[in-house]
């Protein structure tokens, strides 16, 4: 059963564009919502989150935006870079319980 | 203030073989989470614990895995018998509280 769902495992952009990734949940009791980013044989390091009282949260290039009647978030970067590329993985948590992974949006920015 | 220590980076281990693997949490961070990463796919869920307390071991396989976090010293899991499908990259992550996570570099385990 899987809550989180990333339908897109790649995402090629030009550098200067913007990357908009995507992420749709299946449990309406998720009540915020994480970006994580990771380099091949790292771990994943927190990007950006926002809690489901909010639809946009923004920092800097990056931008999350959650649409609650449609359980579907999305993470925009503007302007990509090279260094963006890295696999993207969205997570949703409910009331202080774990974190439910999607499986991830390789990104690619190239020149 | 150093970030959360997985150790071994990497650890091969024969079939029928015991692996131990060891998470330090961040200074200060009291919950611990496990993952793994199966080739190809996403982050999974295994267990939550806090200080000698499991707290939620939803995502572990019933038979061979096992998790602890004891009082003084970093959280280990556990993994007996390994079969080749246990091969994977196990990360572990430390949170002072709901609901961010810091994760290590993982450990990637190899049955051979």
């Known amino acids: 059963d899987q809550q989180v769902k990333q339908n897109s495992p790649s995402l090629s952009v030009q550098e200067g564009r913007i990357s908009i990734l995507n992420c749709d949940y299946t449990?309406?009791?998720?009540?915020?919502f994480l970006w994580y980013k990771k380099y091949p044989a790292e771990g994943p390091t927190f990007l950006i989150s926002i809690s489901s009282i909010k639809d946009k949260n923004e920092d800097g290039r990056f931008t999350v935006f959650l649409n609650k009647s449609a359980k579907h978030l999305s993470l925009h970067i503007v302007p990509s870079q090279p260094g963006d590329s890295a696999v993207y993985f969205c997570?949703?948590?409910?009331?202080?319980?774990?974190?439910?992974f999607g499986t991830g949006t390789r990104l690619q920015v190239f020149p | 203030n150093a970030g959360v220590m997985q150790n071994p980076r990497h650890l091969v281990r024969r079939r029928g073989q015991e692996a131990r693997l060891r998470c330090s949490p961040m200074?200060?961070?009291?919950?611990v989470y496990w993952y793994r990463q199966l080739p190809e796919e996403g982050l999974k869920f295994m267990v939550y614990l806090q200080k000698e307390n499991i707290i939620d071991e939803s995502g572990m396989p019933k038979e061979r895995f096992s998790a602890e976090f004891p009082k003084e010293g970093p959280s280990i899991l556990r993994i007996q018998q390994v079969v080749r499908g246990d091969s994977a990259a196990y990360f572990c992550a430390s949170s002072p509280d709901w609901p961010e996570a810091f994760f290590g570099q993982g450990t990637r385990l190899t049955v051979v």
């Open positions: 997570a949703a948590s409910k009331n202080t319980d774990k974190l439910i």
């Open positions: 200074k200060g961070h009291s919950h």
């Open positions: 449990n309406s009791m998720f009540d915020y």
